[in-house]
C-alpha cells in the first residue's frame, strides 16, 4: 500500500488498484489474449476471465514510494512478441501513473502462452 499526502489529507491505494489497473490496461493492448494464471494442479498456464485480470499480476512496492509491476499474459498467434511486449510496457506505466500519481519504476512482462487459433 501506497500513502500520498496533501493539503487536505492523505490517500491510501492498497495493492489491488494496482493489479486490476495494470491487467486491465495490459488486457487491451494489441495481441494480447489475457491475463494468465498457472494451476498449481496440473502446471498448466490458463487464461483468466476478464473480471479476473489483476491475479495474473504482481506488484512490488519500494521505498522511495515507487512500484514495480510483473505481468503473466497470454498472446495471440502470429505477433510479434518484442513489440507487444514494449506496448504493454508503454501502457501500463503510462495508465498506472496517470491514474494513481504513483511512479513506476519497472513493468516485467512474462509471456507465458501463445493461443493458436
Given at each position: 500500500m501506497i500513502r500520498q499526502n496533501n493539503e487536505n489529507g492523505s490517500v491510501n491505494i492498497s495493492t489491488g488498484v494496482y493489479t486490476e489497473i495494470a491487467g486491465t490496461a495490459a488486457s487491451n493492448c494489441f495481441g494480447v489474449k489475457g491475463m494468465a494464471a498457472r494451476s498449481v494442479k496440473d502446471g498448466v498456464y490458463h487464461l483468466?476471465?476478464?473480471?479476473?485480470?489483476?491475479?495474473?499480476?504482481?506488484?512490488?512496492?519500494?521505498?522511495?514510494?515507487?512500484?514495480?509491476?510483473?505481468?503473466?499474459?497470454?498472446?495471440?498467434?502470429?505477433?510479434?512478441?518484442?513489440?507487444?511486449?514494449?506496448?504493454?510496457?508503454?501502457?501500463?506505466?503510462?495508465?498506472?501513473?496517470?491514474?494513481?500519481?504513483?511512479e513506476v519504476r519497472a513493468v516485467n512482462v512474462y509471456i507465458d502462452s501463445m493461443m493458436i487459433g
Open positions: 483468466l476471465r476478464v473480471e479476473s485480470a489483476g491475479k495474473g499480476v504482481h506488484v512490488e512496492f519500494h521505498e522511495d514510494d515507487t512500484i514495480s509491476i510483473d505481468l503473466h499474459i497470454m498472446v495471440d498467434n502470429g505477433v510479434n512478441l518484442a513489440a507487444v511486449g514494449a506496448s504493454i510496457i508503454s501502457e501500463v506505466r503510462y495508465v498506472v501513473t496517470k491514474c494513481t500519481g504513483t
